[in-house]
């Protein structure tokens, strides 16, 4: 599987952006998606994911009521909605897939394939 993320940016405290992640050379359907992110310093931490049919999510509590993870299987398209963003979420978020399990995971080690990254930066 091959991801590409796009959609970061540098907003204002209280703002949003929607990362979007692209899925090609596997069936999208088959994959449990993941956005993971790191901020300088600190580990990788989980943020959100999504089950294979779109019915399930699973978002982090430091993002709950703020974030949205959703999928779009005709463009093979994973997307996290970001509102009422806080300097705290300042990271690289990056996109991650998972072929093998059928339950959503919160462990990085989990997801078979990554995507590049892409920069959030929220100034207060």
């Known amino acids: 599987v091959q991801l590409q993320a796009s959609g970061g940016g540098l907003v204002q405290a209280g703002g949003s952006l929607r990362l979007s992640c692209g899925a090609s050379?596997?069936?999208?359907?088959?994959?449990?998606m993941g956005w993971f992110r790191q901020a300088p310093g600190k580990e990788r931490e989980f943020v959100a994911a999504i089950s294979r049919s779109g019915g399930g999510a699973n978002l982090a509590n430091s993002v709950k009521g703020r974030f949205t993870i959703s999928r779009d299987s005709a463009k093979n398209t994973v997307y996290l909605q970001m509102n009422n963003l806080k300097p705290e979420d300042t990271a690289v978020y990056y996109c991650a897939a998972d072929s093998d399990r059928f339950s959503v995971s919160r462990d990085d080690r989990d997801y078979d394939y990554w995507g590049q990254g892409t920069q959030v930066t929220v100034s207060s």
């Open positions: 050379g596997r069936t999208f359907s088959s994959t449990i």
